[in-house]
């Protein structure tokens, strides 16, 4: 490898503030509101055109259930709860019946109210921005370096938050990361004109997808929201990447884009023959699900996720089930807390089905929901810095649920309110009053039951 000296170089600070996120999903935007609501100075990061990450960027537009499993008692509120309160305002909402697809919203809506949430709270936003690298002081961070149209320049602030998914921060930290065995493969979203059902998509992929290189790959599809034509569409996946490297990225980009026209033609040549199929949108990013784990103090794992095992510092209740897209075999698995297991392969091509409950020799009743204490946030370091998303400290199972964006809203929630309780009892963030935590986030409108 061939290298090069970069030359010191004296840069602008360009804010100063309480806290910085980096990286504007809604994980990183309700950090900076539930910060914000309490009085921080906030300025937050995003490398695209707009907030909302994989919900916006990548066109992802389902919210699970917010209840437990019997439907009874809401275990989630908070930004969540507020959010689709404001897009059901906005007629950009559908509720289903189903929990695992409860919420089909408007993802172009998304971005407007996620703008409104930083009008509102006062935060400064910086869209069109790259988080570059940062400054240290010992365990503290002094600033992290931005680049965009202004050139490079640096943010001050007395905490900061990881919130871009992959780590950026945590890895130029060099927080000890892993990789689960399996790594959940990426999908390129987009939205398509025309009519399917997955009687005709299975037919369609299994006889012909080989005429335009296309597998047959699990995969699904909803409602875009508010147009019964328009279909989001994530049938597809990409193979064989991580998605946290440039260059794979880069092929993943590009591989997604291959597969939406091939996906269509298919659809053109044997699909309804009185329909107009046609791409209507490719998404602005692809979807990754999974790339790289930080370690912290606590680490989520199926077995305890699945026995419904509670926390003094809860910080998410959910009930979304695991669900692990396979990187190797073109299935996916779904496991409940009721122990339902059932792996699909291809489309509707073939199903397995067991009960992990039955397999353990589980008895009595199962839970209702899981939790996961705010430990699962803070690494043992770094006296201002969290990391919150899908770099999450999980193992294959735990991660396969808690990866969903109910889950990982809370847990942005989390970190906003544990950055402000750092700075406001001036403390490291290791040494925070954790249950002082909750009590703010349950009073901020969090269910934490
Ligand atoms: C195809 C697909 C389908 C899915 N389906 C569902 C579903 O139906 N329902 C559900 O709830 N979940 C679903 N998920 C999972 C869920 O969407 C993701 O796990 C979740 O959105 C991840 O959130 P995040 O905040 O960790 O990361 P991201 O959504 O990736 O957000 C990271 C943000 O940080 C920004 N960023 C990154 N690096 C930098 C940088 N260096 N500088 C500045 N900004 C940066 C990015 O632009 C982005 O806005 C799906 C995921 C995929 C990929």
């Not at 989630?76 to 909402?93: D, N, P, S, Y």
Request: aromatic share 8%; with cysteine; glycine share 8%.
């Amino acid at each position: 490898m061939e290298y090069i000296v970069e030359p010191q170089k004296k840069i602008k600070v360009s804010e100063q503030a309480d806290i910085c996120v980096v990286g504007g999903s809604c994980t990183g935007v309700f950090a900076a509101v539930r910060a914000a609501r309490l009085g921080a100075k906030v300025v937050l990061i995003e490398k695209q055109n707009c907030l909302g990450g994989t919900a916006t960027s990548g066109l992802v537009n389902v919210w699970h259930s917010l209840y437990d499993t019997d439907g009874q008692n809401q275990i989630i509120a908070g930004l969540t709860f507020e959010t689709i309160e404001r897009l059901q305002q906005a007629g950009a909402l559908k509720c289903t019946d189903s929990v695992n697809s409860a919420y089909q919203f408007n993802s172009q809506e998304l971005k407007i109210e996620l703008d409104r949430y930083i009008k509102e709270n006062k935060i400064k936003l910086y869209l069109h921005t790259y988080y570059s690298t940062l400054l240290l002081d010992g365990n503290r961070i002094k600033a992290a370096v931005i680049e965009n149209k202004d050139g490079r320049s640096a943010i001050k602030a007395d905490f900061f938050i990881d919130a871009t998914g992959d780590g950026d921060l945590c890895r130029d930290l060099e927080i000890e990361s892993y990789r689960n065995k399996t790594v959940q493969p990426p999908s390129a979203c987009f939205l398509m004109k025309g009519r399917v059902d997955s009687n005709l998509l299975s037919q369609v992929i299994r006889e012909h997808g080989h005429e335009e290189g296309l597998e047959d790959d699990w995969g699904w599809g909803c409602n875009a929201v508010c147009s019964d034509d328009i279909r989001m569409s994530a049938d597809n996946h990409v193979f064989n990447v991580m998605c946290n490297r440039a260059d794979d990225l880069t092929f993943a980009e590009t591989e997604g884009r291959r597969q939406m026209r091939a996906f269509i033609n298919l659809l053109k040549k044997y699909g309804y023959s009185d329909e107009r199929y046609a791409l209507v949108a490719a998404c602005s990013h692809i979807g990754i699900r999974e790339t790289v784990h930080y370690k912290t103090l606590y680490r989520a794992e199926e077995k305890d996720l699945l026995s419904g095992k509670r926390y003094p510092t809860a910080v998410l209740n959910g009930t979304y089930r695991i669900d692990i897209h396979h990187s190797d075999n073109m299935g996916i698995t779904f496991k409940y807390l009721d122990g339902t297991v059932t792996t699909y392969y291809g489309k509707n091509t073939r199903q397995e089905s067991g009960n992990w409950r039955t397999e353990a020799g589980i008895t009595g009743e199962p839970a209702k929901y899981y939790q996961l204490p705010l430990e699962v946030l803070i690494q043992e370091k770094y006296e201002n810095f969290i990391m919150v998303g899908r770099m999450l400290n999980a193992d294959e199972g735990a991660f396969g649920a808690l990866r969903v964006m109910v889950n990982l809203n809370q847990l942005g929630e989390a970190a906003g309110v544990a950055a402000y309780t750092a700075i406001d009892s001036n403390m490291p963030v290791q040494k925070i009053d954790r249950l002082k935590v909750c009590e703010t986030l349950k009073a901020g409108g969090s269910a934490l039951i």
